[in-house]
Every structure is written in C-alpha cells, then in structure tokens.
C-alpha cells in the first residue's frame, strides 16, 4: 500500500517541473536581448530607440532660409499623401527627410555665422558634457561637434519623472550645476533628424512637434548645462543654442550604419580634416 502511495505523488512533480520550465521560458524570452554585429554597433533593437539628433547654436542661419525649407518640406510632404500604399508611402516619407536633412545640414556646414564651437574651450567645455551623460542618461553611440552644430547617436535610459532636472541642469540664465567630470576622450560626431506620423515624433525645425519625452528631457539637460558654460567662456550673454532640434528615429541596422558613418564624415565634407578620425571633436564608442 505504501509502495503504490509513494507513486501518487510523480504526476504532481511533473507538474512542478512543468511549470518552473515554463516559467522559466517565458522569463527569459522577455528579457532584452543586445546584440552586436561585426563592427560592435549596438544592434538596432526597437524597445529602446536609437536617435540620430543635430542642435545648432542660435542665429546660425538666417530665418527666411529655415522657412523656405520648412516650406518646401511641407509640400513635398503633402504630395506623399497621395500615395495609397503605405508601406511606399513610408519608405519615401524617409528619403525626403534624408534628403532635406542633408540640405539642411549643407547649409550649416557652410554657414559662418555664431560658429561659438570653433573656439577649443567651447568645443572641450561641450565635449566632456556629452561624455558626463553617458550611461546616466543615454547610451551614447557616436558624436560630433561642428563649428555651429553637434551630431548625437544615442539611446535614451528611462528617466525618473520625479528626479528630472537633478542633474547636469541648468537654464541658459540660471546656475550651472556641477557636471560629472570623465577623462580626455577621442573625437566625437552627433545628429538629429525629424520622425515620420508613424513614430515618436520630436519638436523640430520641420513641424514644430514634440519630443520623446525622454529625448526632450535629455536635450533639455544637455543644452541647458553647456549654454551658460560656453556663454561665460565668450564672454556673452544671451541665447546659445537654437530651441529646435533635428532628429529621427533609427529603424535598422542599415540606417545605423549610414548615419554613423555620415557623422563621423560630417567634418570631412565639410572641409575640416582630409579623413575620418582626423578631426578633433568626433568620437565613436564602437569603432
């Protein structure tokens, strides 16, 4: 009797078994899983999106040039409405913006006007407080610092809503905080571009709407510290950096690849430096 007793009891430990098997599965497969490719760029992984982000110092192009693109952006954009797949739809919405933010980008690269950067104690005084926020508020990928606007790659991290503004904070009027002091990097390149209706869409200098709220807080931090820092090092007063910013989501491995790329040659096609790696102010984590 007691022999067969002992036997009731496998059924339930198979169910035990079972069930810490399955549990276990379903853990794990909802765990993020970060994978690298042959270059170690962090793969693309849309659970914590990738920005490509441009901001440039205030007065650096002329407002008829900002609305004249701004204006033919919009038209262009209203004859993408028309297409009915939304999948070709999309996929040009992202060549437009491609091809505007180059444009855009030209005409800044050749812009003389409020190039605060070209001073080393300004581009320095920027660079080490892109690199303080690294793995704090974002995991920074890549950036540059041209003579009137900074490219950014980065992942923004979570932010504590009750925390915000803590930390590397500070209005272009108000008092800088102490920023987190990090050894003497390598060169750095960085941009922004504007998101398509089908994602997260970002205040920019196309259409004026909102940031991921993570992404605002960032550049909200990040400009605010480093305008009274560099103000104080011109010795000027007023506003630093332009309130719009220029960003899009990533959406692939292929886009990640050619931004990268296109910030870290940023300085050389604009006549800078002969070859990547020559200019002082671009650095890339994963290269």
Known sequence: MSYDHKYLF?????LVILFQRLFYYIITKMQPVKKYYKR?????????????????????LPLD??????????????????????????DKYHLLKWSYF????????????????SNDLVAESIFHSILAMDQIKYDLICFCLMPNHVHIVLTPKDLDPNNS???????????????IKTQEWSDINVALHNCPATEMQ?????????????????????????ARECNKILNRTGKFWQHESY?????????????????????????LTEEIGGWRWSYCKYL
Do not use: W
């Open 65 to 90: 040039l900002i609305l004249k693109l701004k204006e033919e952006y919009k038209f262009n954009v209203d004859k993408l409405s028309q297409i009915k797949s939304l999948k070709e739809r999309n």
């Open 165 to 179: 503004g803590k930390e590397c904070l500070c209005s272009e009027e108000g008092n800088s905080a102490q920023l």
């Open 202 to 226: 970002t205040g920019s200098e196309i259409n004026g709407t909102q940031h991921n709220s993570s992404l605002t807080e960032i550049l909200r931090l990040l400009k605010g510290s480093t």
């Open 10 to 14: 496998y059924p339930l430990k198979f």
């Open 247 to 271: 960003d899009n989501v990533i959406r692939s491995e292929a886009d990640l690849n050619r931004i990268v790329m296109y910030v870290l040659n940023n300085p050389v096609s604009a006549k």
């Open 102 to 117: 180059k444009n855009y980008d030209h005409y800044m690269d050749n812009s003389s006007k409020n190039i605060f950067l």
């Open 40 to 60: 170690n760029l962090p793969h693309y992984h849309p659970d914590g999106s990738t920005f490509f982000v441009t901001f440039r110092t205030s007065g650096s």
